[in-house]
């Protein structure tokens, strides 16, 4: 949701278009090509145990609420990343928050903005970032600013269940699933060369099944993703998008939104933003069902 100004109908353009599959530019068929793998990522090494593992939030009760008298807007949370800076016993939260798009708010017609884009915001303790995913290769794609500029800052109300249970088996996971518990997943990474790790929370939309050869595999985003290859001297520009799946205890694989190249015959006719980086980390994975 972003407060926006302009008259005109709204244009929708629909990319239909994964890693090295066909769709039409120009006319013609191309591809969208793969950004690039990153296994150095595997040095990472899983966090010691869950002995600060964080509460559960009540994804579907918790929201980040704008302040401003002019737009008292409001996001439902969809993920939580906290990234913790060890050495200095500190962290900081981050709370992605639900998609919408390019709208012109209260506006008494054509609602959404002729020249539209998907708009998510991660909200950070100081700073946030407000990602903008047009149908071409947005400048502005991920635009960083302090949290008083954006409906004059915000709060966070969070809220956590009542019951939640460690699913600790693979039958214990399966068994949740076809009960139809909620599921939410922790999702632990470190890097002990720098100091940095984080708990990625979220909860699982989407998760795979096989039981005859008691099997799971979650998929399921987006996500905050902190990059925990680097120091940075601001955590929040560590931050991307990204989708996760894993199907067990130790590791993840991410895959982050990144410019990809559209090749036309081989050629590269333009970029856009899609998810295609991928990334395979040492983890420690844990999923919850919400009981009650």
């Given at each position: 949701?972003?407060?926006?100004?302009?008259?005109?109908?709204?244009?929708?353009?629909?990319?239909?278009?994964?890693v090295?599959?066909?769709?039409?530019?120009?006319?013609?068929?191309?591809?969208?090509?793969?950004?690039?793998?990153d296994?150095?990522?595997?040095?990472?090494?899983?966090?010691?145990?869950?002995?600060?593992?964080?509460?559960?939030?009540?994804?579907?009760?918790?929201?980040?609420?704008?302040?401003?008298?002019?737009?008292r807007v409001?996001?439902?949370v969809?993920?939580?990343?906290?990234?913790?800076?060890?050495?200095?016993?500190?962290?900081?939260?981050?709370?992605?928050?639900?998609?919408?798009?390019?709208?012109?708010?209260?506006?008494?017609?054509?609602?959404?903005?002729?020249?539209?884009?998907?708009?998510?915001?991660?909200?950070?303790?100081?700073?946030?970032?407000?990602?903008?995913?047009?149908?071409?290769?947005?400048?502005?794609?991920?635009?960083?600013?302090?949290?008083?500029?954006?409906?004059?800052?915000?709060?966070?109300?969070?809220?956590?269940?009542?019951?939640?249970?460690?699913?600790?088996?693979?039958?214990?996971?399966?068994?949740?699933?076809?009960?139809?518990?909620?599921?939410?997943?922790?999702?632990?990474?470190?890097?002990?060369?720098?100091?940095?790790?984080?708990?990625?929370?979220?909860?699982?939309?989407?998760?795979?099944?096989?039981?005859?050869?008691?099997?799971?595999?979650?998929?399921?985003?987006?996500?905050?993703?902190?990059?925990?290859?680097?120091?940075?001297?601001?955590?929040?520009?560590?931050?991307?998008?990204?989708?996760?799946?894993?199907?067990?205890?130790?590791?993840?694989?991410?895959?982050?939104?990144?410019?990809?190249?559209?090749?036309?015959?081989?050629?590269?006719?333009?970029?856009?933003?899609?998810?295609?980086?991928?990334?395979?980390?040492?983890?420690?994975?844990?999923?919850?069902?919400?009981?009650?």
């Amino acid at each position: 949701m972003e407060d926006v100004t302009g008259e005109g109908v709204a244009r929708r353009r629909f990319l239909r278009a994964g890693v090295a599959s066909p769709f039409l530019v120009l006319g013609a068929p191309a591809l969208l090509a793969s950004c690039s793998r990153d296994d150095a990522s595997r040095k990472s090494q899983a966090a010691a145990a869950p002995s600060n593992a964080l509460p559960i939030i009540d994804y579907g009760r918790s929201f980040i609420h704008g302040k401003a008298s002019w737009n008292r807007v409001r996001f439902q949370v969809e993920s939580r990343a906290r990234v913790f800076k060890d050495r200095e016993g500190t962290y900081e939260d981050f709370y992605q928050c639900a998609s919408c798009k390019g709208e012109q708010t209260f506006a008494t017609h054509d609602l959404f903005s002729p020249d539209n884009f998907d708009f998510l915001v991660v909200f950070g303790p100081t700073n946030s970032i407000q990602f903008r995913r047009t149908a071409r290769l947005n400048p502005e794609y991920r635009v960083v600013s302090k949290n008083k500029k954006l409906w004059e800052d915000h709060m966070v109300s969070l809220r956590e269940p009542r019951s939640t249970r460690l699913l600790s088996t693979t039958e214990a996971i399966r068994e949740a699933t076809h009960e139809g518990l909620r599921l939410v997943a922790q999702t632990e990474i470190a890097n002990p060369a720098i100091g940095l790790r984080t708990i990625l929370e979220f909860p699982i939309k989407t998760i795979n099944i096989h039981d005859k050869k008691n099997l799971y595999q979650v998929d399921t985003g987006p996500l905050a993703y902190p990059d925990l290859s680097q120091t940075y001297t601001r955590l929040v520009d560590s931050i991307s998008l990204a989708f996760v799946a894993f199907n067990k205890p130790a590791t993840a694989d991410f895959i982050i939104e990144d410019e990809a190249p559209i090749l036309y015959f081989g050629r590269e006719v333009t970029r856009v933003h899609h998810y295609c980086r991928t990334v395979s980390v040492s983890t420690q994975n844990r999923i919850f069902a919400i009981e009650a």
